[in-house]
């Protein structure tokens, strides 16, 4: 039943330790996000990929790449985390991304810690 | 740009009214509601596509004013489950960009 999947839940690293969030679909979407959610914020994109094509956001810092081997899978990689990643990372598809009218469907989110 | 909430939060008894307003000061293509429980990942409520366009189900309804680049959300006669952080997207004209609101925090007590 499940059809957005993130894991894990929750990752703990260790400052300038590099980690990765995976996401998985089942809804054969062709467009997969991720936002960061930090508390008490909403959810900004850093970046998405309709299809393979790769679309990233000005402000996305270079320390956040992501990797979309398939339709199915999307990874967002921290390549040296710092105390200020630590945040919610959601991972949303959707059918069509024209103009912005099609539903995202978000995943339950992996909460990151950084020590 | 990012879209702006008011209120900020609303506190309720079960039974009462809220409305939360969405509005931006860029062109308005497309106005996404949606639900999130602390620590949950938000759930989709409803799309407007079209200016003029209102919609609901159950007691939660909303319209979009195109020119005005405004969308309101109606929740009538609230229920617990109804607490949360209300956001409003807006979908521009670049594919792929949902730009949210800050978010209002709704609390209903019983």
């Known amino acids: 039943d499940a059809m957005v999947i993130q894991n894990p839940r929750y990752q703990v690293t260790q400052f300038g330790k590099p980690v990765t969030l995976s996401c998985s679909q089942t809804l054969n979407h062709n467009v997969m996000y991720w936002y960061q959610q930090k508390s008490s914020q909403a959810p900004k994109l850093l970046f998405h990929?309709?299809?393979?094509?790769?679309?990233n956001e000005a402000d996305t810092p270079d320390n956040f790449q992501s990797r979309r081997p398939n339709t199915s899978f999307c990874f967002l990689d921290i390549r040296s985390p710092g105390l200020g990643d630590a945040a919610m990372y959601l991972c949303a598809t959707s059918r069509d991304s024209l103009a912005g009218q099609e539903t995202q469907y978000f995943g339950p989110g992996t909460r990151l810690l950084v020590l | 740009q990012q879209p702006v909430q008011s209120p900020q939060a609303v506190i309720l008894r079960e039974g009462e009214d809220a409305v939360i307003n969405c509005s931006s000061s860029?062109?308005?293509?497309?106005v996404h509601w949606y639900r999130q429980k602390h620590g949950e990942a938000p759930v989709f409520l409803m799309i407007l596509l079209k200016g003029g366009e209102q919609k609901g189900h159950d007691k939660i309804s909303a319209s979009f004013n195109e020119k005005k680049q405004q969308s309101s959300l109606y929740l009538t006669a609230s229920q617990l489950s109804y607490s949360g952080t209300y956001f409003c997207g807006a979908g521009g004209t670049s594919y792929g960009k949902l730009t949210f609101g800050q978010g209002t925090i709704l609390t209903v007590h019983p």
């Open positions: 860029k062109a308005l293509y497309s």
């Open positions: 990929y309709y299809d393979k094509d790769f679309n």
